[in-house]
Nanobody, 121 residues
Framework: QLQACGGGLVQPGGSLRLSCAAS????????IGWFRRAPGKEREGVSC????????YYADSVQGRFTISRDNAKNTVYLQLNSLKAEDTAVYYC????????????????WGQGTLVTVSS
């Protein structure tokens, strides 16, 4: 099970930290990704981190503003969102898979529920 939280309303330029807590599986064997779906748009991949934390991926749209990290002792992955823009408004989902390629191509097999991030003044 994956449980995402940390969303909310924030002004442009602000920051949020999303958390994804995992339970019921061997978390440290899984790669984890964050995805988002904005109103009226297709779901897109935002960022991924490998099982050991040594590899990361960021979409061009968030590179330099978002940071992904994981704490395997706490079975949790974090996504730090800085310099937020209105176009970052979306429901953010975390997902897990043992296949890095499935995360990169947007087809991970295990999904959590989303948390809503709204960037507005």
């Amino acid at each position: 099970q994956l449980q995402a939280c940390g969303g909310g309303l924030v002004q442009p330029g602000g920051s949020l930290r999303l958390s994804c807590a995992a339970s019921g599986f061997s978390f440290d064997y899984y790669d984890i990704g964050w995805f988002r779906r904005a109103p009226g748009k297709e779901r897109e991949g935002v960022s991924c981190v490998s099982s050991g934390g040594g590899s990361t991926y960021y979409a061009d749209s968030v590179q330099g503003r978002f940071t992904i990290s994981r704490d395997n002792a706490k079975n949790t992955v974090y996504l730090q969102l800085n310099s937020l823009k209105a176009e970052d408004t979306a429901v953010y989902y975390c997902a897990a898979d043992r296949s890095w390629s499935r995360l990169l191509n947007g087809t991970p097999r295990h999904w959590g529920q989303g948390t809503l991030v709204t960037v507005s003044s």
